[in-house]
């Protein structure tokens, strides 16, 4: 008697299931809660989403990219004439041309996961567009509008200084000029001894990709100081931040 072989049913294979990002989720990582969620929509929607569609007025976020630019370039300027009073208009300009350029947009939007809740056509789809330096730019520029629309300046204002503090800190310490020892040693220099203070290379060595620099500053005869730096203007900040430490009694950072 032949057996018959038992037929076993298949274990069901569990997958792990993405799970699908959400605008609530969004508005958690950018703090701030939508009152017209159609705008939030609207600036995650690139052109691309309604590709082969024939209405009239498909919204995309082209329009608020355009207002974003604006409000962002008006936050960080504000926030940059505040925080150094004694830098020049051109420094300025440097500064916020850095804090606003597309790879730090790009990069603040990469921090906060937008890739993940951008509404793409196909095409862009199968282009990576979700880690596009430029559509991902464009994207926290229509967010920062939406924001702006949303909830007005002060509310725009809070979000991008929370957002863009790590670029605001790393120009902080790493642009040179930001903190401008050599201004505000000038003018107190002029204020108190009535001359501007001289600058002169006292030392250079090093290879011409590693270059090291000793720059001497001098106020007085009685007042000088020295700093180093991989460039000239670095070694000269420096310098200008040692007599200034001298003269303020370190209450300089």
Same mark, same amino acid.
């Given at each position: 008697?032949?057996?018959?072989?038992?037929?076993?049913?298949?274990?069901?294979?569990?997958? #792990?299931? #993405?799970?699908?990002?959400?605008?609530?989720?969004?508005?958690?990582?950018?703090?701030?809660?939508?009152?017209?969620?159609?705008?939030?929509?609207?600036?995650?929607?690139?052109?691309?989403?309604?590709?082969?569609?024939?209405?009239? !007025?498909?919204?995309?976020?082209?329009?608020?990219?355009?207002?974003?630019? #604006?409000?962002?370039?008006?936050?960080?300027?504000?926030?940059?004439?505040?925080?150094?009073?004694?830098?020049?208009?051109?420094?300025?300009?440097?500064?916020?041309?850095h804090v606003v350029s597309r790879a730090s947009l790009a990069g603040v939007a990469r921090r906060l996961g937008l890739?993940?809740?951008?509404?793409?056509?196909?095409?862009?789809?199968?282009?990576?567009?979700?880690?596009?330096?430029?559509?991902?730019?464009?994207?926290?520029? #229509?967010?920062?509008?939406?924001?702006?629309l949303d909830g007005g300046l002060a509310s725009a204002r809070e979000c991008i200084l929370r957002l863009f503090r790590?670029?605001?800190?790393?120009?902080?310490?790493?642009?040179?000029?930001? !903190?401008?020892?050599?201004?505000?040693?000038?003018?107190?220099?002029?204020?108190?001894?009535?001359?501007?203070?001289?600058?002169?290379?006292?030392?250079?060595?090093?290879?011409?990709?590693?270059?090291?620099?000793?720059?001497?500053?001098?106020?007085?005869n009685e007042l000088r100081g020295v700093g180093i730096g991989r460039t000239k203007k670095e070694a000269e900040q420096?310098?200008?931040?040692?007599?200034? !430490?001298?003269?303020?009694?370190?209450?300089?950072?």
């Amino acid at each position: 008697m032949l057996k018959t072989r038992e037929l076993t049913r298949p274990k069901p294979v569990r997958t #792990a299931q #993405a799970s699908i990002p959400t605008e609530a989720e969004l508005q958690s990582m950018l703090g701030y809660v939508f009152h017209r969620a159609e705008l939030l929509q609207e600036a995650l929607t690139h052109r691309s989403h309604w590709q082969g569609k024939h209405w009239d !007025r498909l919204p995309d976020n082209e329009r608020l990219e355009f207002l974003g630019d #604006a409000v962002l370039s008006l936050v960080v300027s504000e926030y940059l004439l505040g925080t150094y009073p004694a830098l020049r208009e051109g420094e300025l300009s440097k500064i916020k041309a850095h804090v606003v350029s597309r790879a730090s947009l790009a990069g603040v939007a990469r921090r906060l996961g937008l890739g993940r809740f951008l509404r793409l056509g196909r095409g862009e789809e199968v282009n990576c567009g979700r880690e596009k330096d430029s559509l991902l730019a464009n994207a926290l520029e #229509a967010v920062i509008a939406a924001i702006y629309l949303d909830g007005g300046l002060a509310s725009a204002r809070e979000c991008i200084l929370r957002l863009f503090r790590k670029e605001l800190i790393r120009s902080d310490h790493g642009q040179e000029g930001l !903190r401008d020892y050599k201004s505000r040693l000038q003018e107190w220099s002029q204020k108190h001894c009535g001359d501007v203070p001289q600058y002169r290379t006292i030392h250079e060595s090093g290879p011409d990709h590693r270059k090291a620099f000793q720059v001497e500053v001098i106020v007085t005869n009685e007042l000088r100081g020295v700093g180093i730096g991989r460039t000239k203007k670095e070694a000269e900040q420096m310098a200008a931040k040692h007599v200034l !430490r001298h003269v303020l009694h370190d209450s300089i950072s």
